[in-house]
């Protein structure tokens, strides 16, 4: 089974930096996207970014343009999401999401990373 790992989540001052990956492990498996998903305590899951698999076209949310950049390595399997300026309303747990069925439905899931940031 397609398995994803999150990792690279930590706590950061205000307009400090972070940059989180997801590695896929498991079985070998083509996708239609992958995209990171974030959920502060007590509020919904919201989407921030993807990236077309393929094609390498990016999507953001409007809360995260400019700040927030989406890359994938297609050789290692991996999704980033390097983030910058963050600020304290960006604290959440991180979620990566892969698009593997059907596009627009993601079925896997990683396990999550916490983002904190301070000030």
């Known amino acids: 089974q397609v398995q994803l790992v999150t990792s690279g989540g930590g706590l950061v001052q205000a307009g400090g930096s972070l940059r989180l990956s997801c590695a896929a492990s498991g079985r070998t498996f083509s996708r239609y996207a992958m995209g990171w998903f974030r959920q502060a305590p007590g509020k919904e899951r919201t989407f921030v970014a993807a990236i077309a698999w393929s094609s390498g076209n990016t999507y953001y949310a409007d809360s995260v343009k400019g700040r927030f950049t989406i890359s994938r390595d297609n050789a290692k399997n991996t999704v980033y999401l390097e983030m910058n300026s963050l600020k304290p309303e960006d604290t959440a747990v991180y979620y990566c999401?892969?698009?593997?069925?059907?596009?627009?439905?993601?079925?896997?899931w990683g396990q999550g990373t916490q983002v904190t940031v301070s000030s």
């Open positions: 999401g892969a698009q593997v069925s059907r596009p627009g439905e993601y079925d896997y």
